[in-house]
């Protein structure tokens, strides 16, 4: 009898699949997918693939991401009840009604929003560009959504006049001052490597700043051999794995259950009934894919 991971695989090649993973999920997730990584990198890489299916492991709006830049593929999520508690806090409405309080203000899209949120923005960003795409605006002043956190890191070193919205990553808003001091204390050898979404004072004791894919490339490169890691502890696989020898320590409550929702078995099934597809409008699709687009073309 095959075992789940051989039935997923078989699936895979008779259906001409691909498997996305986030750097979020449980290792045995990444384990068998294609590509692991952050959100708009995975959904660039399924979008350059010949595959008839992208299987995303990860939250909702990821999923919306790739049919956006896929919109011909067919795009299934494993757990369709995943949804993102940041993307959750900014709908397009509610940025509607901001923006007729600050006209003069572009508004920059973190990402992590929903497909109908983003219609309602000028830019999306990254972690990895927010800064460099908030600089290369013409306008200084800017309405960044919906994290309050990257928001306030861009502002500091942007010098731009950056209204910020009430939004967060439950997860890197709960690291504290205190939490760092004490794996300092633990392991003091350690260089403190920490995602742009955690609370500016938190950032302020970092020796590294940047998003997962910056973090990776920083710890391979650095002749450290420990890591005190500020983002979700599922990032730990793929570091140990990207850097043998070197050991990386997280703070105690840096899990996002809701990424941790996916399992093989929730895999398995969405690949043989094809549950959890992503359905959009044709008209959201167009209108969420022009400030994505405009954050490329700003990038060059």
Known sequence: MQSVKERILALKKEKNAVILAHNYTSPEVQDIADYVGDSLGLSQKAAA????????????????????????????LPEPEAKCAMAAMCSAEQIRQVKERYPDATV???????????????????SANALNVVKQIP???????????LGRYVKEQSGKDIILWNGFCPVHQCVTVRQVEELKKAHPGAEVVAHPECRLEVLNNADFIGSTEAILRYCQKSACMEFIVLTESGMGHRLEGACPGKRFYFTAQSLCMTMKMISLESILECMEKETGEIVLDREVIEKAYLPVKRMTDILG
């Open 49 to 76: 693939t010949d595959a008839d299916i992208i299987v995303f492991c990860g939250v909702s709006f990821m999923g919306e991401t790739a049919k956006i830049l896929s919109p011909s593929k067919k795009v299934l």
């Open 108 to 126: 920059v899209a973190y990402v992590n929003t929903a497909a109908e949120t983003k219609t309602a923005v000028d830019y999306c960003c990254t």
């Open 139 to 149: 306008n200084d002043r800017i309405l960044f959504v919906p994290d309050s956190n």
